[in-house]
């Protein structure tokens, strides 16, 4: 007969098999944050953070909404790079996903194209802006062209999970009975996937808007080239902060908007969430 | 004038012969049921049949004319296919699925512009013979299993072509619905001169609607075994 004590006493663990492999990430994490946090105060560069914010109080307040019919044309100017970046790099985005998506395409091609995704989603926006200022010279053309292939590697990528997600045999049955190979995807694949697509394409929307106010920064259009100039005149400051309320306000706004329309389209074309 | 014929057929799977030498003629206007327990390779014969899966050996005809002999992929407007996992699109109406069946015929426009009005109306009137017209504008992801089984069997028919494979297509409905959607079958056949191919598992179904009863034995590859059924 087996005792109790037998079957109640767990068997212990020795303490390298206890720690796993995230806690030893997290022991790395944390002796890198030490160092690199001692090494950054250790450097000869003290900040005087009370006399900054009092120079800051001083020169940027009040704001000076003089000029806020040209802030609300940049704005304006920033939404219309946003849009227009969206839309192309979302059109081009379902194409290239269905390229980089398993599921549907060969290895080799799904391979390449993800290869080409990966590298527009290395550059940051700003970097994209600069090359195509120096491409087009300083006109909004250059926000559009930066953003959309920016967005390029963000939306192929999110697309062809999607898709990948997919039943393909729906799509594949649709086949079997005599549809052609884009009446499947229309039929057998669009449909489950659109929602998902919409959510992500209006959350890039979103993105861009607030990318959009920055590439002015390097003289790509939009609100961050009004920004740019403020910044360089010796009066400007106060400018600067109405500006920069002005975009606060409208990434708020945005937020708000972008959330709500998402969640109203995923419960209008998935069906599915609203019982979840 | 519609006839089917498989001449030597086989498939092999993992070294493995599921059937061999599988010679079948059947002529329009035949139900036959394939049987056998789960595993004995129904669905491979089907899926064979329907040209999904390339057989090892031998050859698959179609003949809607009598010169007009078709391959499974050359067939595919005439060839309707209830699947076992039904492949529905999910994210549409009830009744968009039941217009899948005929896509073929439909271009690119329809995409747009959505289907036209008396097909429509056709579709509806299979969705009330089946009993799940008022599911019509439902989401089809929000419908039971039987009601999806019973789209996809609208699909096939609103699709109404000369043959038609269906894998198991009652697996899901009660006995009232099964009884019916196999007398529906039943007629197409006999009424359309169709050729339909449908894996059964229940005796009573296969002698009430079958004409022919053809089953598999893996342990015998060549031994399979087409017999007529009488009433």
Same mark, same amino acid.
């Given at each position: 007969?087996?005792?109790?004590?037998?079957?109640?006493?767990?068997?212990?663990?020795?303490?390298?098999?206890?720690?796993?492999?995230?806690?030893?990430?997290?022991?790395?994490?944390?002796?890198?944050?030490?160092?690199?946090?001692?090494?950054?105060?250790?450097?000869?560069?003290?900040?005087?953070?009370?006399?900054?914010?009092?120079?800051?109080?001083?020169?940027?307040?009040?704001?000076?909404?003089?000029?806020?019919?040209?802030?609300?044309?940049?704005?304006?100017?920033?939404?219309?790079?946003?849009?227009?970046?969206?839309?192309?790099?979302?059109?081009?985005?379902?194409?290239?996903?269905?390229?980089?998506?398993?599921?549907?395409?060969?290895?080799?091609?799904?391979?390449?194209?993800?290869?080409?995704?990966?590298?527009?989603?290395?550059?940051?926006?700003?970097?994209?802006?600069?090359?195509?200022?120096?491409?087009?010279?300083?006109?909004?053309?250059?926000?559009?062209?930066?953003?959309?292939?920016?967005?390029?590697?963000?939306?192929?990528?999110?697309?062809?999970?999607?898709?990948?997600?997919?039943?393909?045999?729906?799509?594949?049955?649709?086949?079997?009975?005599?549809?052609?190979?884009?009446?499947?995807?229309?039929?057998?694949?669009?449909?489950?996937?659109?929602?998902?697509?919409?959510?992500?394409?209006?959350?890039?929307?979103?993105?861009?808007?607030?990318?959009?106010?920055?590439?002015?920064?390097?003289?790509?259009?939009?609100?961050?080239?009004?920004?740019?100039?403020?910044?360089?005149?010796?009066?400007?400051?106060?400018?600067?902060?109405?500006?920069?309320?002005?975009?606060?306000?409208?990434?708020?706004?945005?937020?708000?908007?972008?959330?709500?329309?998402?969640?109203?389209?995923?419960?209008?074309?998935?069906?599915?969430?609203?019982?979840? | 004038?519609? !006839? /089917?014929?498989?001449? %030597?057929?086989?498939? @092999? $799977?993992?070294?493995?012969? *599921?059937?061999?030498?599988?010679?079948?003629?059947?002529?329009?206007?035949?139900?036959?049921?394939?049987?056998?327990?789960?595993?004995?390779?129904?669905?491979?014969?089907?899926?064979?049949?329907?040209?999904?899966?390339?057989?090892?050996?031998?050859?698959?005809?179609?003949?809607?004319?009598?010169?007009?002999?078709?391959?499974?992929?050359?067939?595919?407007?005439?060839?309707?296919?209830?699947?076992?996992?039904?492949?529905?699109?999910?994210?549409?109406?009830?009744?968009?699925?039941?217009?899948?069946?005929?896509?073929?015929?439909?271009?690119?426009?329809?995409? !747009? /512009?959505?289907?036209? %009005?008396?097909?429509? @109306? $056709?579709?509806?009137?299979? *969705?009330?013979?089946?009993?799940?017209?008022?599911?019509?504008?439902?989401?089809?992801?929000?419908?039971?299993?039987?009601?999806?089984?019973?789209?996809?069997?609208?699909?096939?028919?609103?699709?109404?072509?000369?043959?038609?494979?269906?894998?198991?297509?009652?697996?899901?409905?009660?006995?009232?619905?099964?009884?019916?959607?196999?007398?529906?079958?039943?007629?197409?056949?006999?009424?359309?001169?169709?050729?339909?191919?449908?894996?059964?598992?229940?005796?009573?179904?296969?002698?009430?609607?079958?004409?022919?009863?053809?089953?598999?034995?893996?342990?015998?590859?060549?031994?399979?075994?087409?017999?007529?059924?009488?009433?």
């Amino acid at each position: 007969m087996i005792s109790q004590e037998k079957i109640g006493s767990l068997p212990t663990r020795s303490w390298y098999e206890r720690l796993n492999f995230l806690n030893i990430l997290l022991i790395i994490f944390l002796f890198l944050a030490i160092f690199s946090g001692k090494n950054l105060v250790d450097q000869n560069r003290p900040a005087d953070v009370v006399s900054g914010v009092k120079y800051f109080i001083k020169k940027f307040f009040p704001p000076d909404f003089s000029n806020f019919q040209l802030i609300l044309q940049s704005l304006n100017e920033t939404f219309q790079i946003a849009i227009v970046s969206t839309f192309i790099a979302v059109i081009f985005s379902l194409v290239i996903a269905v390229g980089a998506s398993r599921n549907v395409s060969p290895t080799w091609l799904v391979q390449s194209v993800r290869m080409f995704l990966n590298i527009t989603r290395t550059l940051p926006s700003l970097i994209w802006a600069f090359l195509f200022v120096i491409f087009f010279g300083p006109t909004p053309i250059a926000g559009v062209c930066a953003l959309t292939f920016y967005s390029l590697g963000y939306l192929g990528k999110f697309f062809s999970e999607s898709i990948e997600s997919m039943d393909i045999k729906v799509a594949r049955g649709l086949k079997l009975i005599g549809a052609s190979p884009s009446q499947a995807f229309i039929y057998g694949l669009w449909p489950n996937v659109k929602a998902q697509v919409w959510s992500q394409s209006l959350w890039m929307l979103e993105y861009n808007i607030r990318s959009a106010s920055i590439i002015g920064l390097v003289g790509a259009g939009g609100i961050g080239m009004e920004l740019n100039k403020a910044m360089e005149m010796a009066s400007g400051f106060q400018r600067v902060t109405a500006i920069l309320i002005c975009i606060l306000f409208i990434v708020i706004l945005l937020d708000f908007l972008g959330q709500g329309i998402r969640r109203w389209i995923t419960q209008k074309v998935n069906p599915k969430s609203i019982s979840d | 004038m519609s !006839i /089917f014929r498989t001449e %030597k057929l086989g498939l @092999s $799977r993992s070294k493995k012969w *599921l059937f061999q030498n599988l010679n079948l003629e059947i002529p329009a206007g035949t139900l036959v049921a394939i049987l056998g327990p789960s595993g004995v390779g129904k669905s491979s014969l089907l899926s064979c049949l329907s040209g999904s899966e390339k057989p090892t050996e031998g050859r698959i005809e179609y003949c809607l004319e009598a010169n007009d002999i078709r391959s499974p992929k050359t067939v595919r407007p005439n060839l309707g296919i209830i699947f076992q996992h039904l492949r529905l699109t999910e994210h549409v109406t009830v009744l968009e699925n039941v217009l899948y069946g005929k896509i073929a015929k439909f271009g690119l426009k329809q995409a !747009i /512009f959505g289907f036209p %009005k008396d097909e429509c @109306s $056709r579709a509806y009137s299979i *969705l009330a013979d089946l009993g799940i017209e008022h599911l019509a504008y439902k989401w089809t992801a929000q419908t039971s299993g039987g009601e999806q089984q019973r789209t996809a069997i609208a699909r096939t028919l609103f699709q109404n072509p000369q043959f038609i494979l269906a894998d198991e297509p009652v697996s899901n409905l009660d006995t009232y619905y099964a009884g019916r959607v196999m007398g529906l079958l039943r007629n197409l056949a006999s009424e359309e001169n169709k050729v339909i191919f449908c894996a059964l598992h229940d005796p009573q179904l296969i002698s009430r609607f079958a004409d022919y009863a053809l089953s598999l034995n893996p342990e015998h590859p060549e031994g399979w075994n087409l017999r007529k059924i009488t009433p």
